[in-house]
């Protein structure tokens, strides 16, 4: 649970069977085509990466996942 890379894999959401709760390092759902960020984790310590086919903001992150470093939209 220190990195969770899902960059890159062609996702419309993130599978119902990965649950993430903390994740200590970083956490990147980039460049897929999620139109939802249902599914992402709880807290981030470090940055979390989620520019998407649906342009999120850092609120829309913020309001979901307590990220303890950057927010990249």
């Known amino acids: 649970n220190n990195y969770v ?3 890159d894999r062609n996702l419309k959401e993130i599978p119902n069977y990965i649950q993430f709760n903390i994740v ?3 956490f990147s ?3 897929n085509q999620l139109t939802s960020l249902k599914g ?4 981030v310590h470090g940055k979390f990466w989620c520019y ?3 342009e999120f903001t850092k ?3 913020i309001k979901l996942c307590d990220v303890k470093d950057s927010v990249f939209v």
Do not use: T
């Not at 992402?40 to 807290?43: A, D, R």
């Open 5 to 7: 890379d899902l960059f």
């Open 52 to 54: 998407n086919k649906v």
């Open 24 to 26: 200590n390092r970083y």
């Open 59 to 61: 609120e829309d992150v």
């Open 29 to 31: 759902c980039a460049n």
């Open 40 to 43: 992402c984790p709880k807290i």
